[in-house]
């Protein structure tokens, strides 16, 4: 069974750094892209960005460019989401999820990591 | 970028009876390998999404066949033939032909 499991829920304060995790099993984790989907509070997808783990191809959605970096280790079946200096603005739920090699569908979604930057 | 603009943003249906949500593009969604990468997702409320409908008219692995997908180029619709209490929530069309990958604005379905 294909799985995405998310790390847990952050609190941090504006200006702090944050790594969100994704480990992905039941399937060839370099073979297939993982993306980075943002949802705020009680608003729709945005698609942030995506990284092929076989290859480390990133693609990233200009409007987060600059904002975080992706991030894979093949190694563990992980996918990574970075910030370096968060803002309030970042505040939101944080959804990894597969998009399948062959038909370019995100086939299987993480539970999310609700992120809250508060001072 | 690509712009995938939904109508309507809500639709109140009653249990039973069809509900259709439109999904238009701003360009072609044609891939230059000639597929058509335009997916439906359905998120319930608390839940991460989960896949209905991928290229453009493929139901997904359990996805039941009340729920159909057609459209070609840029104009594409996601239909229910009889909604069902579970299918409340909100649908995104999404499309993965062009980089960055983009989705809808999203579609309440609500029961009358």
């Known amino acids: 069974e294909v799985q995405l499991v998310q790390s847990g829920a952050e609190v941090k304060k504006p200006g702090e750094s944050l790594k969100i995790s994704c480990k992905g099993s039941?399937?060839?984790?370099?073979?297939?892209?993982i993306g980075w989907v943002r949802q705020k509070p009680g608003k729709g997808l945005e698609w942030m960005g995506i990284i092929y783990p076989g290859d480390s191809d990133i693609r990233y959605n200009p409007s987060f460019k600059g904002q975080v970096t992706i991030s894979a280790d093949e190694s563990i079946s992980t996918a990574y989401l970075l910030w370096s200096s968060l803002k309030a603005s970042d505040t939101a739920l944080y959804y990894c999820?597969?998009?399948?090699?062959?038909?370019?569908?995100?086939?299987?979604w993480g539970q999310g990591t609700l992120v809250t930057v508060s001072s | 970028d690509i712009v995938l603009t939904q109508t309507p943003l809500s639709s109140p249906v009653t249990l039973g009876q069809p509900a259709s949500i439109s999904c238009r593009s701003s360009q072609s969604l044609v891939h230059t390998n000639g597929n058509t990468y335009l997916s439906w997702l359905h998120q319930r409320p608390g839940q991460p999404p989960r896949l209905l409908i991928y290229?453009?008219?493929n139901r997904f692995s359990g996805v039941p066949d009340r729920f159909s997908g057609s459209g070609a180029g840029t104009d594409f619709t996601l239909k229910i033939n009889r909604v069902e209490a579970e299918d409340v929530g909100i649908y995104y069309c999404?499309?993965?032909?062009?980089?960055?990958?983009?989705f809808g604005q999203g579609t309440k379905l609500e029961i009358k």
């Open positions: 039941g399937y060839s984790f370099a073979d297939h892209w």
């Open positions: 999404m499309q993965a032909t062009q980089f960055p990958h983009t």
């Open positions: 999820a597969r998009l399948h090699w062959e038909f370019l569908g995100l086939d299987s």
């Open positions: 290229e453009i008219s």
